[in-house]
């Protein structure tokens, strides 16, 4: 992250440096600064950037935590952070489907779901009847049909604040660049997230005992608790965390002493549950939640994005640590 330096701003008119704008980095230059309160530059600056090579109408006010000097090591983490969101996006759309593919073999056109004309809903009249039922080619069709689905159902997409996208980018830097791990068990773990922030909601009039927006509010930390539980050992751990896991995924199976009862999320803190809510577009699409359902789970999300946000210091400011030789011998990486 940016240096801190609350007598000034951290960034200089003219400077050219390197900006976030969603999930990327880019290239700017400060064109000015002005503190966030007139009445108090402790509480840091606002800088209004121009992306290079974009139209002046994306100038925009930005602040610090959106952006990064320009050096080598920021403009190698904003090639990999590229690298990674076009990796993504390939996956997305051009990764070959078993639609695709079997409509190639199978000579079913362009129109055929997972080719690159895929939600076309036109059908040529002089289409040949379905095969009898059981037959192998109407199993190949019917899986056909159930991708179609898959991939036709809507996703949640949760636009993180910029203070936490900066966070994950620290995270990411620390665990595969620095070789260090969050300590555990986290001193603010996930639980203790979570229930402080259903309590702050359920202070609020529309949140009363009883109400839907309670009942929904209380299905959604459920959620969020055992999505985290199931997923934190299979997608949410870099490689050099997979060790501190199965230390304490072998603790918590004793089921006795100190961590008797305790899951997960009573060990580890929000830096990782932050990687649950980047992942939660790949989970939320294998369930069968229709678009109503998900629409009010993304909005639940984000009120819950902002309530860390604004409590990073609470949750998000936990040391990470070095690990001994022998940690790092058995991680497999040295």
Known sequence: MAPSNPNGPQYNKDEKVLCFHLELLYEAKVLDYKPKDPNDKRDGFLYRVHYKGWKNTWDDWVPGERIRKLNDENRELASNLKKDHDAQRRAASGKPSIASTTGKRRGLGSDAPGSSARGSEDRSSAAPPPPPRGTKRAREIEGIDKEE?????????????????????????????DNKIVSLPHPAPITKFLNLYEAEELRKEDRHPGSAGADILEEVIAGVREYFNKAVGRILLYRFERQQFQEWHKELQKGSGEYAGMTVCDIYGCEHLLRLFVSMPDLIVHTN?????IRALRTELVKMTTYLAKHVDAYLSHDYEHVGPDYQANSGLV
Request: proline share 6%; no cysteine; aromatic share 6%.
């Open 289 to 293: 939640m229709d678009s109503q359902a």
């Open 149 to 177: 689905n898959f991939i036709s159902r809507p996703a949640v997409k949760i636009e993180l604040p910029s203070t936490l996208k900066s966070i994950l980018v620290d995270d990411w830097e620390k665990v595969t660049k």
